[in-house]
């Protein structure tokens, strides 16, 4: 068993966190986040500079990472113009993949994810946005919430119900690739946000949007599961994010216990040390079972048991580093940059599946474990 | 006051707060406590709740004062904070050494900008003020209140601290993590009209601090309540997988654990002895505790609607983490209650 990563994805960290000193800084951080604005040229450069490439899902994983280590708000804004790819990389058309795939993955366009719904959150297959056949055309009626690029993606991956199937909800929902500039289609931008304010989040209403057939995501009936699936690749991305946030938190703890020993102050108090520690010591974990979940994913043998483990664990290690570095650096944090890490860091808990939810497919996939060992 | 008076004046103020806050609680924490809603609170007496009578105060007893910041607390830990600044901060420094600005501060005519920050655990900046002829100049840290009339800061030149009572500037607002409505900045003085109000600043602010047990464990337990009855209030009728939230166990259990705890806490607290020092103490370091714990799950179960302002909830959640820095020393309470419990110094390897 080897734990360390090969050289290439090491050379990706390395270029990650070049770009992440060379790009992102204090100062950019307070202000994108103060005036919720999306870092459009910070993205680009992130292009540009050669470290995104969804192709790539190991080099993704770090370089999310490294950049949220530096800002959540920014790591997550200049990596996630890809947001949904993966639905239509192992599920659309070769029609699709040329048509929508290309355009984002050299980074000129910004594609989202639309599946929560006002009044739905965890609970995807509640969903109500329905489209009808009319004309050879898909007319979409309905809403979605708390949509990641919501006013500045060109396209979306969009869940929607196509049929009622009686006791069988997450039944009968279809994925399809929504244009954002169609007839019917509105974006609001959400504003006041806890924390990643430099991230674009937007409600949309779909009235009566006119959607081609052909933009039908695989079979109709199987989003559901499409979603689903994506959702075991976005989790480990999440706990990618996580585990930057909490690593940040921690650089920041470190700097601040050199800063108090040079001062000749309480530095190494034991109290502070053990939590320091106990930072670390989460980190770590987080990390093996993030890389455990990402090899059994990109070996396209998903582990959704390890892949919840990991992002509910990986956010509950950033929520606590984040709490506990604030409380150690007091002031200088509350003034500096672990404010925003706090406000970051607990959206880790609700996106992509709130841990409550995490817990939930956990416990669910080790009882069945349980019955067929035991049968 | 007895516990009738403490129920009677609960409910006085939980009317005006439902007249006077609830509506905008998010303008406040946008724009600050404006001045008809300082005027507002002092004509209800609670502004100067503390403030001895002869100053235009109400000379309202600690726990009709607790009372009072509990229950605005629930509305706006920053509006609380406020009435705690000007109670327990203000008026304990400037004393009866300035008898006319003691009476802007009950009236709500006038208000002081305050800075803390310089004995403030974390803290890596001093504030330093130099002479320019007979003015006091230079430039304040965070404070609270940054547009205030007055200024209270402290030196660390000479070491006093100072009251200003002209040449105050807010120079630029910081709305920071927590108690965004008390308007915090940064300040520029250039003041010729100025009262030391301690030689020995840092002392002063200390004790002023440390004085806060009480005030504290108030607005923390306020702050939990708040938020807590936001998220029983939200799980009852928010549905998921069909089911209101409220009949998921994990759900149901955490928060009235929570509700249980804030109810033990505010009992404590409202008959606590205000001299016994180990009871106050441990009052705040509990209550701190359980606000961080109650606001943290109270938006977790609002989902994604409590990482949105509009839905009141994450506000809470910010000011309970601030609460824990911004008006107390955690390590130096920590050393207390240490001291407290082993009757001699303890715990400071």
Redesign the interface.
């Known amino acids: 068993m080897d734990f360390d990563f090969p050289e290439d994805i090491v050379n990706a960290r390395k270029k990650a966190q070049e770009f992440a000193r060379k790009e992102i800084n204090s100062e950019m951080a307070k202000k994108y986040d103060?005036l919720e604005k999306f870092p459009e040229e910070l993205r680009k450069k992130a292009f540009e500079y050669g470290i995104i490439d969804y192709q790539n899902p190991w080099s993704m994983l770090v370089t999310i990472e490294e950049l949220c280590r530096a800002d959540a708000g920014l790591g997550i804004s200049a990596t996630v113009s890809l947001f949904g790819a993966e639905v239509i990389m192992l599920f659309g058309s070769d029609e699709q993949k040329q048509k929508y795939l290309s355009m984002v993955q050299n980074g000129d366009k910004i594609m989202g994810l639309a599946v929560?719904e006002p009044?739905g959150?965890?609970?995807v297959?509640?969903i109500t946005t329905r489209a009808v056949e009319k004309d050879g055309k898909y007319i979409v009626n309905g809403a979605k919430?708390?949509i990641t690029n919501g006013t500045i993606a060109d396209f979306f991956v969009m869940l929607i119900r196509t049929e009622e199937v009686e006791g069988k909800r997450h039944h009968g929902l279809s994925a399809f690739i929504v244009d954002s500039d169609l007839p019917g289609f509105t974006k609001n931008k959400?504003s006041?946000?806890?924390?990643v304010r430099a991230t674009n989040t937007a409600e949309l209403i779909l009235d009566n949007v006119p959607v081609p057939k052909e933009n039908l995501i695989g079979e109709p009936g199987k989003g559901f599961y499409y979603i689903m699936t994506f959702f075991n690749i976005s989790r480990a991305y999440v706990a990618a994010q996580a585990i930057g946030i909490a690593q940040g938190a921690l650089d920041r703890i470190l700097e601040?216990l050199n800063?108090l020993t040079k001062?000749g102050k309480?530095a190494l108090?034991?109290?502070v040390q053990f939590l320091a520690s106990d930072i670390a010591t989460r980190i770590e974990a987080s990390r093996l079972l993030a890389y455990k979940a990402a090899s059994y994913l990109f070996q396209f043998r998903p582990n959704p048991t390890l892949t919840s483990m990991a992002k509910a664990y990986a956010s509950e290690t950033a929520?606590f580093a984040a709490?506990k570095a604030?409380?150690?650096?007091?002031?200088?944090?509350?003034?500096g940059d672990l404010?925003r890490f706090?406000?970051d860091s607990?959206?880790m808990?609700?996106?992509e599946g709130?841990?409550?939810i995490e817990k939930l497919i956990i416990a669910r996939n080790l009882l069945k474990e349980y019955a067929e060992v035991n049968q | 006051m007895s516990m009738e008076e403490q129920d009677l004046l609960r409910s006085a103020v939980k009317e005006f707060a439902q007249k006077s806050i609830q509506d905008k609680a998010l303008k406040i924490e946008h724009e600050g406590v404006d001045k008809a809603l300082l005027q507002s609170l002092a004509s209800q007496g609670f502004l100067g709740a503390r403030i001895p009578e002869k100053y235009g105060g109400s000379g309202i007893d600690l726990h009709g004062y607790l009372t009072i910041v509990n229950e605005l607390a629930t509305f706006s830990p920053s509006v609380a904070a406020l009435v705690m600044l000007v109670n327990s901060v203000h008026a304990p420094l400037i004393g009866d050494s300035e008898p006319e600005v003691m009476k802007k501060l009950a009236s709500g005519e006038a208000t002081v900008s305050t800075s803390l920050s310089d004995v403030l655990e974390g803290n890596f900046s001093a504030t330093s003020l130099k002479k320019n002829g007979s003015n006091l100049k230079g430039a304040v840290n965070l404070s609270s209140l940054y547009r205030g009339e007055y200024a209270i800061a402290l030196n660390r030149d000479d070491g006093h601290l100072y009251l200003f009572k002209d040449g105050v500037k807010g120079v630029e607002e910081d709305s920071g993590l927590s108690f965004r409505g008390l308007s915090n900045g940064s300040l520029e003085i250039d003041s010729s009209d100025y009262t030391v109000l301690s030689e020995k600043g840092e002392d002063a602010l200390k004790a002023v601090v440390d004085n806060l047990d009480l005030e504290v464990a108030a607005l923390a337990l306020g702050t939990a309540k708040g938020a807590l009855d936001k998220a029983i209030d939200y799980v009852k009728v928010r549905k998921t997988f069909e089911r209101p939230l409220k009949d998921y166990g994990p759900v149901a259990s955490a928060l009235s654990r929570h509700m249980a705890e804030y109810l033990a806490l505010s009992s404590y607290l409202e008959s606590v002895d205000e001299n016994d020092s180990r009871a106050k103490l441990t009052l705040k370091v509990l209550s701190v505790d359980l606000a961080k714990r109650a606001t943290k799950a109270a938006l977790q179960y609002h989902g994604g609607y409590g990482y949105i302002e509009d839905t009141g909830v994450e506000k809470f959640y910010r000011d309970a983490m601030g609460l824990s820095i911004l008006f107390q020393r955690p390590h130096h309470d920590s050393m207390r209650l240490s001291k407290e419990i082993f009757g001699e110094k303890s715990g400071y390897l």
Do not use: C, N, V
């Not at chain 1, 006041?192 to 924390?195: F, S, T, V």
């Not at chain 1, 409380?327 to 944090?333: N, R």
């Open positions: 103060r929560t009044g959150g965890s609970d297959a509640g919430m708390f959400l006041g946000k806890l924390g601040h800063r001062e309480t108090a034991e109290e929520t709490e604030l409380e150690i650096t007091g002031y200088s944090g509350i003034t404010e706090f406000r607990k959206i808990e609700i996106w709130t841990s409550e």
